[in-house]
């Protein structure tokens, strides 16, 4: 007796037809899903951003941090914000780093996730949703008459005694940028924040003229002044694009609307 087979399976052209139906619904969705993401982390950046400066704006009005102890609150690093690293104190004439490991803000005043700060080769940074968050404070000055105004990054491991911010300026000046880890990957637009609160960006990538600076992970690292119209100084007034101004670092950087 003869049996016939009820078994079936997809032919050849069928499986290709699937694997070219599920291709093109790749090639459509994909981009629209980097897209989002890239939108999602750049509009976390500008809150994590203003949120630094709410948490500094307290710090400062604390007068937790006070090297040269004339009263008057400073500006701090992540590893302080965060509770991670001893606080600068007054080291009887000059900054220090308070000796004991367990003489940090309590309560703090950012999560202690902003305490992560790991190198970036040259000072510190913080990694938050697909960008990197790095503070500079005001360095002291290098000679009588010297007017400019430098930037000093966090170091990592509880900060370096031999240089710290200058107690005085610290009380007045402070700017933080964000980058994306990865360019066009995890965001595109870098951003800046200083102790006016208002935030800036630019699109981070080079004009027509092949004039400025692309920011991507650890390969380019904002420079204190990058969003500055005068190079070594902290003190002068960011760029606006609106005046027709061009920042340090060759880009121009435009007032975050949202």
Known sequence: MKRTSSKAGF????????????????????????????????????????SIAAAQQQLQASSAIDTDADGGGEYGYFGELAG????????GGTPTIGADPGDILDPTYLPVQFGNVVTDGANGSVERQ???????????TTSTGNTA???????????????????????????????????????????????QGDVMST???LGGTGVGQIYDAFDDVPAFDAAYTEGSDMGSDPALAQLGLTAVDGNIWTPVGN
């Open 130 to 140: 697909g960008y990197y968050f790095k503070i500079y404070l005001p360095g002291p």
């Open 203 to 205: 699109q981070n990538r």
């Open 84 to 91: 991670s690293d001893p606080v600068r104190i007054y080291g």
């Open 149 to 195: 105004i430098a930037g000093l990054g966090e170091a990592t491991g509880g900060g370096n005694p031999a240089a710290l911010p200058d107690p005085d300026n610290s009380e007045l000046i402070w700017c933080c940028y964000a980058w994306p880890v990865q360019t066009t990957k995890t965001g595109n637009r870098a951003f800046f924040i200083n102790e």
């Open 11 to 50: 032919t050849l052209i069928e499986l290709m037809i699937v694997v070219a139906i599920i291709a093109i619904i790749a090639a459509v969705a994909i981009p629209k899903l980097i897209s989002a993401r890239i939108s999602a982390n750049e509009n976390a950046a500008i809150a994590t951003l203003r």
